[in-house]
């Protein structure tokens, strides 16, 4: 099987199927990134421990700090005491929710996002509700490159107005 095909398939899974854990597995959240595909996660509880990805994950799956995992657990791991076998998002969370799925330990840090969430929601609406000609004038966002002199450019119809004035005028002499 080709890498692109694997890959395809890996992601199909990844993002099309909900998966609840079985007894043995447990749902953690990655804490950071350990180098050589080992994650160092917390459970609901606190514990902390390590965990590896498998093959499959590797350059096709990428996790980052405050993602949520299923893992399994490896009983003759010592420093790795699990596997990553499923990579949650927010639709999969979601659905455990629903589910009554999810661990007490994290179900405190949910909310908090979800709020933050909405109140951008709401500043982004009350954004857009604005005068949309405002938006277009502003130039500050616009990307400033210093390796440039700055020149200044002043536009003003007044000036415009009367050098098509005196340019009529120089017409309307000649042409007479």
């Not at 076998?85 to 908090?112: M, R, T, V």
């Not at 951008?120 to 604005?130: C, P, S, T, V, Y």
Request: some cysteine; proline content about 3%.
């Amino acid at each position: 099987m080709s890498q692109a095909t694997k890959r395809k398939h890996v992601v199909k899974e990844v993002l099309g199927d909900f998966v609840t854990p079985t007894e043995n597995q447990q749902i953690v959240k990655v804490i950071s990134s350990r180098g050589n595909n080992l994650h160092e996660t917390v459970t609901a509880l606190g514990e902390t421990f390590l965990v590896s990805m498998p093959t499959k994950f590797r350059k096709n799956i990428w996790i980052k700090r405050g993602d949520y995992v299923i893992v399994d657990p490896i009983e003759e791991g010592e420093k790795v005491k699990a596997e990553i076998s499923f990579i949650l998002y927010k639709d999969h969370i979601d659905y455990l929710q629903k589910q009554q799925l999810w661990p007490e330990g994290f179900k405190e840090e949910a909310p908090s996002q979800d709020k933050t969430n909405k109140q951008q929601d709401k500043d982004e609406e009350k954004d857009e509700g604005e005068d949309v000609s405002d938006s277009e004038d502003d130039e500050s966002d616009l990307f400033v490159n210093t390796n440039r002199c700055n020149y200044q450019y002043s536009e003003s119809e007044e000036e415009d107005s009367e050098a098509e004035d005196e340019d009529k005028e120089e017409r309307t002499e000649n042409g007479s």
